[in-house]
């Protein structure tokens, strides 16, 4: 390519980061071109990814830098005229009449009159020196037309041209080291962007939200959007544009897009979607075409199409989109665009774990709601029939006329009317506690007060049992905040269970300490024990322990769990530790009342 012989293309209005700075000293070479070697016009082009040399540089004519700037030709087509040149040291010349007919209709050439000379000038003559780097690859060119003299030049202006060539090879060759170079970091700053901001979202539209300004700035993109595949591997999940437009795929392109993502991803790739391109191995010809179609009715030109992926799993894709008039994807984009789908891939992967999870526990919630609800409602209806048979039941207790025998069966029936009563009493207390919607009304509480009350209350079994009951609290008063009664109920329920499971003649200790910003009420006893097995399930609705000995007392199973949801609900913890024949203690831990 001369600075004459140029296929005439639009112009790209994208121009990379780097082009200001190089295209200033590549303008001072050619420049010199022009004024030292005396030749009017003087071009220097640069290779890109797609195969075809742009002019960067245009030095000796405005009119030539206003049509020649930024226009691309093919290599292929220099090289075929390259290979009818005279070589005279690095330049290469083409008389015209050695060019290709069709080279006036479709490059551009200058309007002047050759003169009447065997060595005259001919606006169709060709002289360029190819720009090769360490490798023999081509890097650029450097063209030069319109001698002063209107002739071709001799051996002493050969010469220096040469010098001006060789410059212009070192320099073309810095500038694309310049330009790859800033290019890296500003896709490595995209690339890092897109770490932290999908690392820090669970949401799949938050975190395209969040990464389409690095996305968009680091790829130089007009627009993105992202596809992502079921977890059944098979439907073509959902699309998730940059901006919150609806990108309206039909259902073949969707399939389309994700056979191809699945098959990029195996053979770990990118593909790229232009028209003229020949189409990668993860698109058929067919399927090309039909993406084309679908491109050229949005107004895009060309897509950069990228597998999203953690591990072996392909979990969408990626596509980035530019116009006609921005430059070519490069393969520096494109190994980027590769690993950023690697990142992205795992986000995916993460948000839906995290979505799994999320509706995991709002159907754990949902059935906990129903459970309660369940639970209320079946004690308040079971409530009022035992109120009107504990009523009878007294009595006919009352009544002269009853036999020993109906007294006895009377009896039975009302130790079982209490158990049931004590049934209804413990769920509608478990319902209440377990309520999300029924906060606590916090007041200060003094608990060593409420452990006296239920020391006083239960020494009447323990001494029935010949229980030693211990008690350890201080003179002053312990003071935590919540509600009375429930923490009342956690004291009791422990104390009562102590002794309960304490054999005759043991010992059971109740200790209340201020520990820091704690307070801690923990009970021993000398009792049965906890098997290992049977403390992972001691909190939980209806548990028995499988020891016999402690299934042979009393008790509906509801105890503990509501122990657990009053400590839980008053920002607490409880702490178990037993062991088999040797007693148990627990340790409940509250918050201390502040000073």
Known sequence: MTGHHTEVQQRPAHQSEWYDASREALQTIAEGATQLAGFGVAAISVARDD????????????????????????????????EKADEWGLLRFVPHERLDADVGESWWVPDITPLAEPDAWHPLDLLIAPLYDEKGELRGTLAIDLPE?????????????????????????????????????????????????????????????????ALMAGFQARGLWIQTIDEDGHGTGAIYSADGVEVVLTGDLMRIAADAARRACDGQRVEIVQRGR???????????????????????????????????????????????DDADWSSVEMAAALDIGHDLGRAILNARTFEREHQLVEALQALDTYKSQLIATVSHELKNPLTAIMGHLEMLESSPELTGTSRASLAAMERGANRMVRVVEDLLLLSKVGDPDNPVISAPVDLRRIVDDVVDLTSVAAERKEIDLAVEVPREPVLTVGDHDELDRVCANLVSNAVKYTPDGGQVTVRLAACGDEIMLSCSDTGLGISPADQTQLFHEFFRSSNPDALAQPGTGLGLAIVSRIVQRHRGRIEVESELGKGSTFRVLLPAAPV
């Not at 405005?62 to 930024?70: K, T, V």
């Not at 075409?289 to 009715?297: C, K, N, P, T, W």
């Not at 072996?312 to 894709?317: A, F, I, K, T």
């Open 278 to 324: 020949p189409f990668g191995p993860s698109i058929s010809v067919e399927e090309g075409e039909l993406i084309l179609s679908f491109l050229q009715g949005i107004g895009i030109d060309s897509l950069l199409f990228a597998p999203l992926g953690a591990g072996p799993e392909c979990l969408g894709n990626l596509v980035l989109t530019r116009t006609e």
């Open 51 to 82: 195969g075809r040399l742009e002019v960067i540089a245009v030095a000796g004519s405005d009119a030539a830098r206003e049509q020649l700037l930024g226009t691309r030709t093919p290599v292929d087509r220099l090289e075929r005229e390259i």
């Open 149 to 213: 003299d209107g002739k071709r030049p001799g051996p002493a202006r050969r010469q220096l041209l040469q010098r001006y060539a060789e410059q212009a090879g070192r320099a073309v060759i810095t500038a694309l080291e310049r330009e790859a170079l800033s290019h890296q970091v500003r896709l490595a700053e995209a690339a890092r962007d897109v770490v932290r901001h999908a690392s820090a979202q669970l949401r799949l539209d938050r975190i395209l939200s969040d990464i389409r300004e």
